[in-house]
């Protein structure tokens, strides 16, 4: 079963009757009185929608009608429920809805779609609700209420959850009834990191032989897997063993239980393995890293301290989006429930991102929702808090929370519909697939293909009702600019022709696999640089580095000019000068001969 984001869970008796609460409050009045915060003065007042003329803060839309909702629920005969954790990457599409449930007035209810957030966290009560609803609909009735008809969770998890329930859906029901995405409402922008002492920062290799505690295979555990990758370190998958040359892992049961372990202490014994076997060695190792995210990340700092981000979903913009899901058959027979719901999340995202009410409203629905904080709290930690913390002498400033939401464009970038850009979506989960089949064969031994579980058809429907069109770059970069933080350093192998710049067709497959890697960090800048060894002249070796690294960049960019625009990348040659290893041998001067890619800010 998928170990997906397990938060603050325990709600699902109340969940499933917060929607007619909320309802039955609003009409008496009372909802401020059982939620204290839940409406202001303001929207308290508003029986009918409200038109505020603003300017989107992107770059493809220009002026909106930002349309403040009413608190009065719609009512329909095609109801759906929505089953999300709690989590700021969905503001646009809660204020899309007005409510709980759709109220009148919002994008939602415009776009004639009828829907009712409910919260679980658990993503095993997701994919039961998921598969409820299949067999619901595989009976023909696609509104029964039975199980929920669509879901959100972490994508870059996507491989493990979509494996375990439609392995089940599709030998039950059929290939009709399984579980596809069809949009993104946003991602995690910094709010889940991996934090540990400053020199893991500053030297990724003093990492080797750490503890880290965390949820297995949770998203924030993907930070390090990719961090580590990243700076070429080992990964140890076994949660009982020490590796001193690796990555180590101390499991947690959520991503709080890891925090408040880390802030109390954990130390353990373990055996020693080195290349995968055990040296008859027992050592004793303590836990100085810890991935988490909000308040796990806020309770660390404000009660432990001394820890820094090492990396986080700031560093890859890419790694962690609100993926939505629902059933095949179900979204086939009702695809105007599904593009209107698209077309309400697009128009969502750009009120919360452009009109500060629009979002104070989105946070106390938020509040509503997960019936955990105040919306003021919600409304704080979207964009993220600064923290300045003290170490050792030294200031550094941790960010607290973080997240994005997503309008079509975005989303139509991210899943590589622009010309010359890569999918993004898919190569991330591609990325983290693999590597579950490789670390964890008994958990996941395949997953399903991208082709067959992601379905843009809805998405480019509603595209083009929106008359929307894509942008062209994924960041902006200043030409020239320097790269003072590191995330992560990594050497590739990258065939020439024999004294030349000139890539072979092998090149171009590494190419294909180094750029994959490097779209996750959409917003990092990169360091390309060339390295020889020592066979011939020095002068020319210089020369031919810098060719090669330029080579390099030149077909980055040639090839996906989205992903890769001309200023994200610097270029360097070395020539002979940095070998890493002896050139007086011939598997030496092969490593020698090199392709060091960094990537930073």
């Known amino acids: 079963m998928f170990n997906g984001r397990i938060k603050l869970g325990g709600w699902i008796g109340i969940l499933a009757i917060i929607g007619l609460l909320i309802w039955g409050a609003a009409s008496l009045g009372l909802l401020d009185k059982i939620m204290p915060g839940f409406t202001t003065t303001e929207s308290q007042t508003l029986e009918k929608s409200t ?88 009976r023909g009735d696609y509104f029964s209420g039975e199980g929920v008809t669509f879901a959100a969770f972490m994508g870059d998890g996507a491989p493990g959850f979509l494996e375990a329930v439609n392995s089940v859906l599709e030998k039950e029901l059929g290939p009709e009834f399984i579980v596809e995405g069809v949009d993104v409402a946003g991602f995690s922008y910094g709010e889940d990191k991996w934090l540990g002492p400053p020199e893991w920062k500053s030297n990724p290799q003093s990492a080797r032989g750490s503890l880290t505690i965390v949820v297995p295979r949770d998203g924030d555990f993907n930070i390090c897997l990719k961090w580590a990758s990243d700076n070429q370190i080992d990964v140890n998958p076994d949660g009982t063993t020490y590796d001193p040359n690796a990555l180590n892992f101390y499991w947690a049961n959520s991503f709080t239980q890891a925090a408040q372990l880390f802030i109390a202490g954990v130390t353990e014994t373990r055996p020693v393995v080195k290349n995968g076997k055990r040296t008859g060695e027992k050592r004793s190792i303590k836990a100085e890293g810890v991935s988490t995210w909000l308040p796990g990340d806020q309770q660390v700092v404000d009660q432990r301290g001394g820890v820094i981000t090492i990396a986080d979903t700031k560093d890859y913009a890419g790694q962690m989006p609100c993926l939505i899901v629902g059933i095949k058959a179900f979204n086939l027979r009702n695809a105007d429930i599904v593009e209107g719901m698209i077309n309400a999340i697009d128009l969502g995202s750009k009120a919360v991102r452009s009109s ?78 693999r590597q579950y089949v490789k670390l964890y064969p008994e958990f996941l031994s395949s997953y399903q293909p991208y082709e067959k579980v992601i379905n843009l058809t809805y998405l480019n429907k509603a595209k083009n009702k929106a008359n929307i069109t894509a942008p062209t770059a994924m960041a902006k970069f200043q030409a020239g600019s320097e790269v003072t933080s590191i995330v992560g350093k990594k050497s590739w192998s990258i065939e020439f022709a024999f004294g030349s710049a000139q890539l072979t067709p092998q090149a171009e497959v590494t190419l294909e696999q180094l750029s994959s890697e490097l779209t996750m960090g959409y917003e990092l800048k990169m360091i390309i640089a060339g390295h020889t060894d020592s066979v011939g002249n020095e002068y020319n070796n210089q020369k031919l580095s810098e060719a090669r690294a330029t080579a390099v960049r030149d077909w980055l960019y040639q090839r996906y000019p989205v992903n890769f625009p001309i200023d994200r990348m610097n270029v360097v040659g070395y020539g002979e000068t940095k070998p890493v290893a002896d050139n007086a041998t011939a598997e030496g001067r092969g490593k020698n001969r090199r392709v060091d890619v960094t990537v930073g800010r």
């Open 356 to 433: 500060d009410q629009a979002r104070m409203r989105a946070a106390e629905v938020s509040a509503a929702i997960y019936n955990e904080n105040t919306p003021e709290y919600w409304y704080k930690y979207f964009d993220g808090e600064p923290r300045n913390v003290e170490i050792n002498g030294k200031t550094y400033m941790v960010s607290l929370g973080g997240s994005r939401v997503c309008t079509i464009a975005d989303v139509l970038l991210y899943f590589g519909q622009t010309p010359g850009s890569r999918n993004v979506f898919k190569d991330t989960y591609d990325y983290f697939g």
């Open 51 to 138: 038109v505020q003329k603003v300017v989107v803060d992107d770059k493809y839309s220009g002026a909106i009608d930002v349309i403040m909702p009413s608190n009065t629920p719609v009512t329909s005969n095609k109801p759906v429920k929505v089953m999300v954790a709690a989590w700021n990457s969905q503001m646009g599409w809660i204020f899309s809805n007005g409510g709980v449930t759709t109220t009148e007035g919002s994008y939602m209810a415009q776009n004639n779609v009828d829907l009712t957030f409910v919260r679980n966290d658990d993503y095993g009560q997701m994919q039961q609700g998921l598969m409820a609803h299949a067999r619901a609909c595989a």
